[in-house]
């Protein structure tokens, strides 16, 4: 079946515009990830949806990060006033079940390269 | 707050060679564990992962085993070829939500 998408793959930018990050999770996966990797870097949490529900909203680096989603499947992320060192590979990742069940296993979409100029 | 180490940062190895990459985390209610493999320019893949009540994982030239006590997990690659060069992460859980926690990642160069 098909994976996880994301859109658009790349985005630029100019600093202080905002925008809208989308994610298609695997139909029927029930939670929702938010990582942002740096070049050269390991991946950082950002937020996690159990379905339309965020509670986990630590990794959101400051509230100009938003996120939500709709209907348990599609999440946007939105960053406001975008700045030079949000410029990052955005991924989205969708596991089956919640932690526990043993459907945890995330799956990556492709990403969105934002670089914010 | 939750950290995962990972070393070595670059390893490189002749064809055929094992390769070997550890990882510790702080966190001891961390209770999964997946390795990831990303080529360039390309998403994360998961090649194995390991849950807390297992000490050990293998699959095909893949292994993985797990330390719950020294908090430490390692990835081991037996006759690697040139295809398994890429970027490998591991990661660790946090928390009831499943979030993982990363590592900064290993670049593997297999040399033919």
């Known amino acids: 079946g098909a994976g996880v998408s994301q859109s658009p793959s790349n985005k630029v930018t100019e600093k202080g515009k905002d925008v809208e990050l989308r994610c298609d999770p695997i139909?029927?996966?029930?939670?929702l990830y938010w990582y942002r990797q740096s070049l050269g870097q390991g991946l950082e949490f950002l937020i996690y949806f159990q379905g339309n529900s965020a509670p986990d909203k630590s990794g959101l680096p400051s509230d100009r990060f938003s996120a939500e989603r709709t209907g348990g499947s599609v999440s946007t992320l939105t960053i406001q006033r975008t700045q030079q060192e949000d410029s990052a590979v955005y991924l989205c990742?969708?596991?089956?079940?919640?932690?526990?069940?043993?459907?945890?296993?995330?799956?990556f979409g492709p990403g969105t390269r934002l670089l914010v100029l | 707050g939750e950290n995962v180490e990972q070393h070595p940062s670059t390893l490189s190895v002749q064809e055929g060679d094992s390769a070997v990459i550890k990882c510790t985390y702080s966190d001891s209610a961390s209770n999964y564990f997946p390795w990831y493999k990303q080529e360039l320019g390309k998403r994360p893949q998961l090649i194995i992962d390991?849950?807390?009540?297992?000490g050990e994982k293998k699959d095909q030239r893949i292994a993985v085993t797990l330390n719950k006590t020294a908090k430490h997990f390692s990835l081991h690659i037996t006759e690697t070829q040139p295809e398994d060069s890429a970027v490998y992460f591991c990661?660790?859980?946090?928390?009831?939500?499943?979030?993982?926690?990363f590592g900064q990642g290993t670049t593997l160069q297999v040399k033919p």
């Open positions: 990742a969708s596991s089956l079940d919640s932690p526990g069940s043993g459907g945890e296993t995330q799956y």
């Open positions: 990661a660790a859980s946090s928390g009831n939500t499943g979030k993982l926690i």
């Open positions: 139909s029927g996966h029930t939670a």
């Open positions: 390991i849950r807390s009540n297992v």
